[in-house]
């Protein structure tokens, strides 16, 4: 129920200008997100590499419906790969990149050319790109778009949403060699008609479509924090001689930072989702969705103020 308030507070300008404006939210919110700039996205990076763990970085924005906005957005991410390439930190992150951002919301030819802009320089900086699951209604359109970009950019990824009913198939389909697979429960509002809205059915769902996966010729992304998820991966990497280099799993910044190194001190390959930019307030919302609890500390933190 708090979850689905929250969710659709995600959409109200009113509720945006009252979480933005609170004094003490930017405080708390800097728990998820890394900064504003592509500086502050950079020395987070870094210092996440240096604990050796990979790093994918999603420019903060989504739902465009400008098409200036969506070339903006388009030339961010390249500025941020042309960094990432002269750091020398592209061997340890990609980007991760909304389509919404892009202009999908428009039309999606132009969300086509700006994400190959976008995967041209990743691919000139020695890195990939990996499309984010939206909203329940753009999965045909991001699976259409997935499709063209592997024919130049055959390591783009996607992920999948474990809450529609249809995310098996999906997997099925995706589970072929060479394919990048980012296997997420679903942070968005999606009705019962398509999706799973029940939390056992939902984590059943992501069980099913991980055996896909793991069994499978792709590479495996298993992304979340459920130690019940994370012991399940582990087992089905050893029922199908998974080496560590063959699956990653994917947790989000500041989100069990301690389980994140601990995977990888068992050698397993951990990626870390780091979010940065203006544009906050829905990604911090869907945060505050999943674990109702953050508004506790939110307002705490605005009270200290
Ligand atoms: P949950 O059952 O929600 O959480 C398990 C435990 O993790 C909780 O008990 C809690 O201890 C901790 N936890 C989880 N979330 C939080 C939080 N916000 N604050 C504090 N603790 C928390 N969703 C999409 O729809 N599209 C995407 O493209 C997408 N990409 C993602 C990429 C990564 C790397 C990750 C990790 C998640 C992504 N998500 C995406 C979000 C995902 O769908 C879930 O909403 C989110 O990961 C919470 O689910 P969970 O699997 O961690 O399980």
């Not at 906005?69 to 980007?95: F, I």
């Not at 428009?106 to 499309?131: H, I």
């Not at 783009?156 to 389909?173: D, F, K």
């Amino acid at each position: 129920m708090l979850r689905q308030a929250l969710l659709a507070a995600s959409h109200s300008g009113a509720a945006r200008r009252i979480v933005e404006t609170a004094p003490g939210t930017r405080g708390f919110v800097r728990r998820f997100v890394a900064g504003e700039s592509i500086d502050d996205a950079l020395r987070v990076t870094a210092d996440i590499a240096g604990q050796g763990l990979l790093v994918s970085l999603d420019v903060l924005g989504e739902d465009t419906h400008d098409t200036n906005r969506a070339d903006a957005n388009a030339d961010h991410y390249a500025m941020l790969l042309g960094r990432l390439g002269e750091d020398g930190l592209a061997g340890s992150a990609e980007v991760s990149l909304k389509l919404s951002a892009v202009g999908q919301a428009l039309d999606e030819d132009l969300a086509l050319a700006n994400a190959r802009r976008v995967c041209a320089a990743a691919r000139d900086a020695g890195t990939a790109v990996t499309l984010d699951a939206e909203d329940h209604e753009t999965v045909d359109s991001t699976l259409r778009v997935l499709a063209e970009l592997r024919r130049d950019f055959p390591d783009t990824g996607i992920a999948i949403q474990s809450y529609l009913r249809r995310s098996e198939e999906y997997c099925a389909e995706l589970a072929h060699e060479g394919s990048r697979v980012r296997l997420c429960k679903g942070a968005y509002r999606a009705p019962e008609s398509v999706a799973f809205t029940d939390d056992v059915e939902i984590d059943k769902s992501y069980v099913r479509c991980m055996r896909v996966l793991m069994a499978g010729q792709g590479y495996p992304m298993l992304a979340t924090h459920d130690p019940r998820l994370i012991e399940i991966a582990g087992a089905l990497a050893s029922l199908h001689d998974r080496e560590p280099s063959g699956y990653e799993y994917q947790m989000l910044y500041g989100i069990r930072p301690g389980e994140q190194r601990r995977l990888a001190r068992e050698g397993a390959r951990v990626r870390v989702y780091v979010a940065f930019g203006g544009e906050w307030y829905r990604y911090f919302m869907r945060r505050l969705a999943e674990k109702p609890a953050n508004l506790g500390f939110l307002f705490r933190s605005v009270a200290s103020r």
